[in-house]
Structure formats: structure tokens, C-alpha cells
């Protein structure tokens, strides 16, 4: 099986960009051009102007902070292949993993900040010991897109 969050991606990088246009937009029509001069609802450009680039902050930061990336899935063949990256304002570095199902022993998946982060750390067997991969975030990944993941990755789990 086969799948990545590239529509989750897409979709907050699209998000991302049009609060950017708008809160420029704001910007350039209050202070530079002084298009509008009198208080919008009764309040004044700087309150809108707060209140704009509160939104603007949210939009951006909290994906950043929960940690979202682009992940990639595939156990099609003999390995179990992991391919993501940082999906925040500046992309990150691109990493792959890639394990042979042979010598998959399992995985682990934890939850921080009240279930706001979760990322899956994957182990291998390597000679007589067993190492451990970096955490992938998966918080971008949807609820089925993880059931999915965990019901793969299960498969392939040696029996104790």
C-alpha cells in the first residue's frame, strides 16, 4: 500500500499563502495608501491591524509548532519506505527511510503536548542489537491515514 498528505500539505501551504496576500493587502490599504481612513465596526486600524496579524500568527505558527510534515508511505516490494519533510514556511531537509521487512522489528508511536504532536519512531534490527530511527511526525497524516499506517506497519511486526 501506497500514500502521502500531500493534499494536507497542499492545503495548508495554500492557507498560508493567502494569509500572507491578505494581511499585505491590509497593510498597503490602511498605512501606506490611507484608503481607509475611519473606524471599521468602531475599531481603529491598529485593533484590526492586531487583530489580523493575530490570525496571520496562528495560521502560520501552529502547524509549525504541532510539527507538520509531508509523509510519504510505501511497503510495496521488500522494504518498508518512509520518505518526508518539513512543510513549514521555509522546507526542510528531505529524509527517507527505508527498512527491509526482514529485519523491521517495530515501531513506536507517542503523542506530546496533550495529543497535539505524534510521531512514529521506527525500529530495525541491525546485527544483535536494535536501532531506532528519528521520530516522524505524522500530526499532518488524517485519523484514517494513521489507522492505515499502524495496520501496515503491524503486518510486519515479528511475533515475540
Known amino acids: 500500500m501506497t500514500f502521502d498528505n500531500s493534499r494536507t ?7 498560508m499563502f493567502f494569509a500572507t496576500i491578505l494581511l499585505i493587502a491590509w497593510l498597503v490599504v490602511v498605512y501606506a495608501a490611507e484608503i481607509i481612513k475611519f ?11 492586531l487583530v489580523l ?18 509523509v510519504f508511505f510505501s511497503d510495496e516490494g521488500n522494504n518498508i519506505v518512509l520518505r518526508y519533510f518539513f512543510a513549514g514556511i521555509v522546507g526542510g531537509k528531505k529524509n527517507s527511510i527505508s527498512i527491509s521487512k526482514n529485519t523491521f522489528t517495530g ?16 525500529h530495525q534490527k541491525i546485527g544483535q542489537s ?30 515475540a
Open 9 to 15: 500539505i497542499i492545503n495548508f501551504r495554500i492557507n
Open 39 to 49: 473606524p471599521l465596526l468602531k475599531m481603529s486600524d491598529t485593533v484590526w491591524t
Open 130 to 159: 536494535v536501532a531506532q530511527y528519528p521520530p516522524v511526525y505524522i500530526t499532518a497524516l488524517s485519523g484514517e491515514q494513521r489507522k492505515k499506517l499502524f495496520r501496515c506497519l503491524d503486518q510486519y511486526v515479528p511475533e
Open 107 to 122: 515501531y513506536r508511536y507517542e503523542k506530546k503536548y496533550l495529543g497535539l504532536v505524534k510521531s512514529l519512531v521506527l
Open 53 to 70: 496579524v493575530g490570525i496571520y500568527l496562528v495560521i502560520v505558527l501552529v502547524p509549525m509548532v504541532r510539527n507538520f510534515q509531508f
